[in-house]
């Protein structure tokens, strides 16, 4: 990668995630926010009619919707997949106006501060997560990888370099001026790095990053028919990244009993308690921390 041409930063993928929306609204009331020199930086508020509503989606998940196969299906025409290919043909497919960098703006009711989402493992990716990490010590980095492109259904899909950034504790349909504040810090310093890059002047960094890989998710307690009959323990609840032992308390049934992690190994649990997963059962993403080289 010699240069990045155009840059876009979408926000309202989910519609009632109101942080990406609005700093969506406000960089284009006052574009100068995010012009740099030597690229382009283009806006996308990536699901208008869920924001307007304050709904996650209307129909189906958009940020589930960017499959390869299922963007060449013309048999599926939900409003979200009919968005999907739409943002598809506005980001990645028209080669004049082909984004080099996607930063797709998320927000979580989980306590997950600030966080870096990487669906892959590029130089460059990881070098720009490691300079965010190194100037704010509140940026964490998670990577949930996928094995190819194909694979992905997420917005970033559509192009390698870029991430999602997720922010949090913040309920669903609410601003916070605090995380608002911080999520726009982070995009600046993401632009300027990138600016930094196409002159050949990329800040030093340290050599090695502390990620934090994706290695399961763990439903709810739930009955025979699939309802749950239990929640978060207490002494979990808001304990993102932190470390989760064998033993410890990780659910409190409604009949009162703890159930305690079954598992062999410490693991770091995060996306706790997240409103948006309930309707699947889902109570948290359990992740491995690790160090690596870069």
């Given amino acids: ?5 155009r840059v876009a930063i979408v926000g309202g993928t989910h519609g009632n995630e109101f942080t990406g929306a609005y700093l969506i609204q406000k960089f284009d009331q006052f574009p100068d926010l995010i012009t740099r020199p030597s690229f382009e930086t283009v806006t996308l508020l990536a699901n208008p009619n869920a924001f307007a509503t304050a709904r996650r989606y209307v129909e189906k998940d958009l ?9 060449q299906d013309s048999t599926l025409g939900s409003y979200e997949e009919l968005r999907a290919k739409s943002i598809q043909d506005t980001l990645a497919s028209n080669r004049d106006k082909q984004v080099d960098f996607i930063i797709d703006l998320h927000s979580s009711t989980a306590n997950m501060g600030l966080t870096i ?3 892959n493992s590029h130089p460059l990716n990881l070098k720009l997560a490691a300079y965010l990490s190194q100037i704010n010590p509140l940026v964490r980095i998670y990577r949930c990888s996928f094995k190819s492109i194909e694979e992905n259904p997420f ?3 559509l192009c390698e ?9 913040i309920a669903q349909g609410v601003l916070k001026a605090t995380l608002f504040q911080q999520t726009e810090e982070l995009v600046h310093a993401v632009l300027d ?3 930094g890059f196409n002159r050949g002047e990329i800040p030093l960094i340290n050599e090695t990053l502390i990620l934090y890989d994706h290695l399961s998710i763990v439903d709810y307690p739930k009955k025979q028919d699939g309802t749950i009959f239990g929640m978060v323990h207490p002494e979990l609840q808001d304990k993102d990244y932190q470390p989760l032992l064998p033993g410890d308390p990780m659910f409190w049934t409604f009949d ?28 948290m993403c359990l992740t491995q921390k690790q160090q690596i080289n870069i």
């Fill in 161 to 169: 370099l870029g991430f999602a950034i997720e922010v949090g504790p």
């Fill in 63 to 71: 940020n589930r919707c960017f499959l390869k196969q299922d963007l």
């Fill in 155 to 157: 917005l970033n899909s």
């Fill in 1 to 5: 990668m010699n240069q990045i041409n």
């Fill in 256 to 283: 009162n009993k703890t159930i305690l992690y079954e598992g062999e190994s410490t693991v770091w649990p995060i996306f706790i308690n997240e409103a948006a997963y309930y309707g699947q059962g889902i109570a």
């Fill in 117 to 119: 989402i990487l669906v």
């Fill in 193 to 195: 790095y990138l600016e």
